[in-house]
Every structure is written in structure tokens, then in C-alpha cells.
């Protein structure tokens, strides 16, 4: 089996590279083809990426290093070359009043002058782009090969797991305690005759399951379990449209037990992680995350009855974060009683109902105009992407069931409806470019949002009254209204607190607003005994080390499901290929006992991981490895960012790296 995975690794490397090589020489003569062909596969396909990053090289790679056959090429199209003054007038009208509505192209970068000078720092960067784009189609490739793999394995495992070996020799108790003990996920967990390393998995968000997806349980020496209180992944994307009836709950959750059917699922809520002893507490529990919902939680005796406690060799911990955070800053009010969020199912359900049961209440009698008014006066917090999609959703529905031409149910209170938007920036969707964020409030006010910048909450007093603050003049304004939906931000969960609080002082120094400090392969900085404490996604942020060549100046990465998906992804093939997690390998090194509190060379930060069997000298492993002897650290590549906006239009930040393709308005809704 080892020389069959050698060699799909040398055929999926020499393939990879002829796919870059053959699109590099097409693209210098055909550049448009390249990105219509690596989008037509879709932005999720890694595998296409080699073609843009062809397409990139050819628009700048030197004129006197091409072919003969190349030059010939473009000679042909000489005719077809812009004038210099064609290639120097605008991509977009400079006067808004000229330009057409429902332009669909805002701007774009993937074009680039011709006549600019190519210099050795941009070749360099180019090759680093190179080598990043094509590990990742490689990594795809390894996937592939991976989940193959597990499924032609899946069913033998599972007859072994759960069927009884022969029902025919078995009697009926027999047959029954053999079922039993199949279902009962912590048997094999706590086999004391099973030597195979725990691996446990806190959390079923996007870095769970895409570490869940990738893991090679069945080959990669871990017994592997996840634990989680939802049984389910959310595609969190589509929750606002669920929030309002677009789609149906059930079409935007994938249940955890498929997504691998050979890593055991336990429900329950993980109460504490004590990580010098590697334990957990668990509370078992269907509460579809009850623990955020004051009127579910269960008195301290019943919390004592279900919990058990679990140890484990390796934790991964990936629980994300919770809604209702602003900034950093506590805002008074701001609770579960007075707010809405949209953060799980629960939320959406809860936030659909109260919508729903407004519009019947203001169809009532008896109440006043400005009753009605208040009543149906939605405020929305937060002009990040949940905030704005949120709102462009809600629009869609209201304009729906109040409308007079499609007889609408609340036709009849189409007057009194109101949106609010209220966000403390001077500009919605921050994490987009500007054209895309003057797109975005252009629209919002075009459909009849009233938007509030430079505008903070300065406390929420009720369920229909909040008090907003402006930045500007310093005043404050109170704001009645029907429902008050936060989406501001967010903050860690009481287990992110807990677990930060048990690391030394210089590692909670390191911690970035109530974020796990980790180094850049995912190991939680400052935790006893290296290697055995990960954590990434939303609630862990990537340190450098803190050297001769480091400054301090860390890019944290954003709170995106793209970021969280690629770490679970990166986890996933550090354990697949075997990589030694711990500092072992250095303490062998220099003839001294290894350390379980992770100080060698007086360091909170651990050496890269090392694979020792490629590092001793096994050429089977170091071509599986590519050469990669030391483990290379997490490298995110931004794929861009979408947002709906409501009445057909989106916006798309399409994204290679630095190549950016940005469109607004009808295709920017196809691509979203």
C-alpha cells in the first residue's frame, strides 16, 4: 500500500505541474481563457488554481523569454492589441450619473499594465504564489485520494463495528450486547488494550468538520472522536435566508455522523478542558445549544448526574465563538431576552417566529398608527456581512408579504414597515473593497433602510427600546421598535475563558480579545505537554515566534467559516501524514529528556513538527511528504468574499491571492 501512495503522489505531482506548464504557454497567448475556465470549475476546486496562477504570470512574464512559436502567436493578434491611449482610459465611468444602474462590473484587477517593469522582487513573489497555489492543488489531489480510499473501507468497518459477527452462532442476548456495544462510542475510546493515541474533537462548526471530512481514521493510527453539543454542521452562509422561510432549515445542515461515518459522534457540552491531566468534562446532553439559552440550562444537580469525564492524548478545539459581542466592550442590555441573533438554528428559528408573530399582532385591532409603526420598526445591529445579508433578506419578505400586485397576506401594512441599520464604522461591509462597500450602502438606502454610521449602541433598555450613540455630535438618540437584531460581533465562549485562564501569563498576554494564542501549525501556546492542545478556527488567532525576525506585528486572521475550513483542512493532513506534533525530536536531538511543559530553550514557542521516519531516511515517506521533512506551517489562501443584498443583487470580491475580481449587481448575485 505504501509504494501504490508513492506513486499516485509522483503521478498527481508530475500532472499537477504539467497542468501550471501547459496553462502557463496557453495563457500567454490566450489570458482570457484561463479565467473563464478556472471559475467555470468552480472557486472551491483548488485544482483550477494553477490556471489562474498561469494567467497571472503571463500577463507579466518578459516578452524576450517567450517562444518563437508564442511570439508568432501574438503577432497574429497584433491588430487585436489596444492603442496606448485605449489601455489607459478608465474600467468605470468617473461620472455616477453616466453610468447605467445595473452595471455589473465594478472594477477589476485581474488585468495588469503592459508596459510595467517587471523587477526580481515580482518574479520572486510570483514563485511564491506559485508554490502556494500548487500545495494546494496537490493537497486537493491528496484528499481525493484519501476519501477514496475511506470509502471503499467504510463498509467493512462499520460490519465490524456494529454488526454482530454471526447472527446464526450468536443466541439473542448475545446478538444484543454485541449491537449495544457497537453503539457505545466511548468502548473502543476506553479499550486500555487499544495502544492507538485519543484524538478528540470539541465542536461540529467549519474547522470540525472539515477536519472530520479529511481525517484518515481508518489508517492514521487515532482513535478519533467528536464531540459536540449540535449533531449537525451548519452552512452558516445560508442562515439568514433561513431566518425568513428562503430556504428550509433541514437544506442547510449536513448531520455530523455522515460527513465520516468512521469517526464516532458524541452529543454532549464540554463544561472544562483541564490540560495539564488531559481531561475533559462532558455533560451529556440533547440541548441544541442550550447552554446560551437561559430558560434550557438545568439546575447544578442534573449538570452533576449527566457529566462524565473523558482523558484524551490530543484535543483539537474548535468551538468557535458566540453572538452578541461588540468590540470587545460589554453593552449593557444586550441579552438573549432583549436581542436576536443569528448565529445557530435556534436563532434563526426563534428570530422567523418573532418576525411572523409581529406581522399578526400589528394586523390586530385596536391599535394606533404609531402603535403599528413601532411595532413593525425593525433595528438591526452590526454592518458587517450577517447584518447586511440579514436585512437584505428581510426586505425581500416583507416586500413579499405586504405587496398589493401579488396580494400579499400583510398587504395592508405595507406603510408602516421600517428598517434601521446602526453601525459604528463609516462604511458597512469593511471587509469588502470601497466600490463594493458604496455599492452596498447605496443599495440599502435604495430599498428603504434608514442607515445609521458612526453610530454605537450605548445600551439596549428593552426588547423594543434601544439608546444609539453618535460618534459625531455626541449625541444619543432612542430608537423604538418592533425586534432588535445584534449582529455586532461576537465573543468568546465561557469555555474559551476558562481554558485561557489555566495557560501561563505570558500566553494569555499573547491572546487576542479572548482568543487562543497558537503558533503557526495550530498548537496552543503556553499549553503543558506540546503537541497534545490545538485549537483553531474563531476562537484561536495565529502568533509568529517571537525571534530575531519577528517584530510582534502578527496578522491576525479573520472570523470566517474560509479561514476555520482551511485550518481544519491543514490539521487534518499534519495527523494524516504523521508528523511528530510534539518537541520530541529536539529533545532527542540534544541527548535530553523530553519536556512536558513545552519550555525548551526557555520558549513558549515549540519546534516545527518532524516527520521521523522521512528525516531517518525513508525515501517513500519523503516523497509522500514532497520533500516536506519539516512540516510547513498554515498558509491561508483568500478565495474573496460574497454578500447577498437583497432584490436580485449581491456582492462578489472573487480572490487569488492579490488577484481580485469584484462585481456588484445581477452577477454578482449568480456568483453568490
Request: aromatic share 6%; hydrophobic share 40%.
Amino acid at each position: 500500500m505504501s509504494g501504490f501512495k508513492s506513486h499516485i503522489h509522483m503521478l498527481s505531482t508530475t500532472c499537477s505541474c504539467y497542468l501550471l506548464l501547459h496553462a502557463l504557454c496557453y495563457c500567454s497567448h490566450n489570458s482570457s481563457f484561463c479565467t473563464t475556465y478556472a471559475f467555470s470549475i468552480g472557486h472551491y476546486n483548488e485544482i483550477s488554481k494553477p490556471c489562474i496562477l498561469a494567467h497571472s504570470i503571463a500577463k507579466s512574464y518578459p516578452q524576450s523569454s517567450k517562444s518563437r512559436h508564442h511570439q508568432s502567436l501574438l503577432a497574429l493578434k497584433a491588430q487585436e492589441t489596444p492603442t496606448e491611449a485605449q489601455r489607459t482610459e478608465p474600467l468605470i465611468n468617473p461620472d455616477p450619473e453616466e453610468e447605467e444602474e445595473d452595471k455589473l462590473t465594478l472594477t477589476t484587477s485581474f488585468t495588469s499594465k503592459r508596459n510595467s517593469t517587471i523587477t526580481t522582487s515580482d518574479i520572486l513573489k510570483a514563485l511564491d504564489f506559485a508554490s502556494v497555489l500548487l500545495n494546494k492543488g496537490l493537497d486537493t489531489i491528496e484528499d481525493a485520494y484519501t476519501h477514496f480510499r475511506r470509502l471503499q473501507l467504510e463498509e467493512a468497518y462499520l460490519n465490524q463495528t456494529i454488526a454482530p459477527t454471526s447472527a446464526s452462532k450468536l443466541n439473542m442476548d448475545d446478538t444484543i450486547s454485541s449491537i449495544t456495544e457497537g453503539i457505545n462510542c466511548l468502548t473502543q475510546w476506553n479499550d486500555p488494550l487499544d495502544k492507538r493515541p485519543r484524538l478528540l474533537v470539541i465542536g461540529s462548526g467549519w474547522g470540525a468538520h472539515a477536519l472530520i471530512k479529511i481525517i484518515d481514521s481508518l489508517d492514521t493510527g487515532y482513535r478519533v472522536l467528536c464531540i459536540s453539543p449540535m449533531n449537525y454542521f451548519l452552512f452558516t452562509p445560508m442562515l439568514a435566508s433561513s431566518s425568513v422561510g428562503t430556504i428550509e432549515f433541514r437544506s442547510i445542515v449536513e448531520p455530523i455522523r455522515d460527513a465520516n461515518p468512521t469517526v464516532p459522534f458524541l452529543e454532549g457540552t464540554v463544561l472544562d478542558i483541564h490540560p495539564v491531566e488531559r481531561l475533559v468534562d462532558v455533560r451529556l446532553s440533547s440541548s441544541d445549544d442550550a447552554s446560551s439559552i437561559p430558560q434550557l440550562q438545568s439546575n447544578d444537580a442534573t449538570i452533576q448526574q449527566q457529566t462524565i469525564q473523558l482523558s484524551y492524548d490530543i484535543a483539537v478545539y474548535a468551538c468557535g465563538v458566540r453572538a452578541g459581542g461588540s468590540s470587545g466592550r460589554k453593552v449593557p442590555g444586550v441579552t438573549y431576552a432583549n436581542c436576536h441573533f443569528l448565529k445557530n438554528i435556534a436563532d434563526a428559528m426563534r428570530l422567523r417566529s418573532s418576525v411572523g408573530d409581529l406581522l399578526e399582532r400589528a394586523s390586530g385591532p385596536g391599535l394606533s398608527i404609531g402603535h403599528r409603526r413601532r411595532m413593525l420598526h425593525f433595528v438591526v445591529v452590526g454592518g458587517g456581512a450577517t447584518g447586511v445579508e440579514y436585512i437584505g433578506e428581510l426586505t425581500d419578505y416583507l416586500a413579499d408579504v405586504t405587496s398589493f400586485a401579488r396580494k400579499g397576506a400583510f398587504a395592508a401594512l405595507a406603510p408602516y414597515t421600517s428598517i434601521t441599520l446602526v453601525h459604528g464604522g463609516d462604511q458597512v461591509l469593511p471587509q469588502f473593497d470601497e466600490p463594493l462597500r458604496i455599492k452596498a450602502l447605496s443599495s440599502l438606502q435604495s430599498r428603504g433602510v434608514g442607515v445609521k454610521l458612526k453610530t454605537r449602541v450605548a445600551r439596549v433598555e428593552s426588547p423594543s427600546r434601544i439608546v444609539v450613540f453618535n460618534k459625531e455630535d455626541k449625541s444619543e438618540e432612542i430608537l423604538d421598535c418592533g425586534i432588535i437584531i445584534w449582529a455586532a460581533g461576537t465573543a468568546p465562549v465561557p469555555l474559551t475563558e476558562r481554558l485561557l485562564s489555566k495557560l501561563s501569563p505570558e500566553a494569555r498576554a499573547l491572546s487576542s480579545y479572548g482568543r487562543l494564542a497558537v503558533d503557526p501549525w495550530l498548537r496552543v501556546i503556553g499549553a503543558p505537554h506540546c503537541g497534545s492542545l490545538f485549537a483553531l478556527g474563531d476562537a484561536s488567532a495565529i502568533i509568529q515566534n517571537r525571534g530575531a525576525d519577528n517584530n510582534g506585528g502578527d496578522e491576525i486572521l479573520p472570523q470566517t467559516a474560509q479561514v476555520a475550513a482551511q485550518q481544519g483542512a491543514f490539521m487534518a493532513r499534519l495527523l494524516n501524514r504523521g508528523y511528530d506534533l510534539t518537541d520530541s525530536h529536539v529533545s532527542m536531538e540534544k541527548g535530553k529528556p523530553v519536556n512536558p511543559d513545552n519550555d525548551l530553550n526557555g520558549s513558549l514557542f515549540a519546534s516545527p513538527p518532524v516527520h521521523l521516519e522521512a528525516r531517518g531516511g525513508d525515501i517513500g515517506k519523503i516523497i509522500q511528504l514532497r520533500g516536506n521533512i519539516e512540516a510547513k506551517s498554515f498558509e491561508f489562501l483568500n478565495l474573496g468574499l460574497l454578500a447577498f443584498l437583497g432584490g436580485g443583487e449581491a456582492l462578489s470580491q472573487i480572490q487569488i491571492g492579490e488577484n481580485k475580481l469584484i462585481e456588484a449587481g445581477s452577477t454578482g448575485f449568480l456568483l453568490w
